[in-house]
């Protein structure tokens, strides 16, 4: 069973910061790609940012330059830092392991004043 546990989403104001954590149960993390969605109130569900096993990442036009990223093989964790925030970033963020139908619970994130 792969068990994927977001963590780290909240209420920031615009301009602000978070990072967003991904843990992954399971042996396979390593050799797999993992991607970051989010789905705002509304619109459909949309690839955020992803990355290789060995650590090449990939972003969506919207947040480059402000959206990290990384992962730590030995921790089992994909994270995605959040910079600059957006009123429009308001949205459930989700890992996924690329390729498969495993996803994991969602985070809420939040920019707001």
């Known amino acids: 069973q792969v068990q994927l546990v977001e963590s780290g989403g909240g209420l920031v104001q615009p301009g602000g910061s978070l990072r967003l954590s991904c843990a992954v149960a399971?042996?396979?993390?390593?050799?797999?790609?993992m991607a970051w969605y989010r789905q705002a109130p509304g619109k459909q569900r949309e690839l955020v940012a992803s990355i290789t096993s060995g650590g090449s990442t990939n972003y969506a036009d919207s947040v480059k330059g402000r959206f990290t990223c990384s992962r730590d093989n030995a921790k089992n964790t994909v994270y995605l830092q959040m910079n600059s925030l957006k009123p429009e970033d308001t949205a459930v963020y989700y890992c996924?392991?690329?390729?498969?139908?495993?996803w994991g619970q969602g985070t809420q994130v939040t920019v707001s004043s």
């Open positions: 996924k392991v690329v390729g498969t139908y495993f």
């Open positions: 399971g042996s396979f993390f390593s050799l797999r790609a």
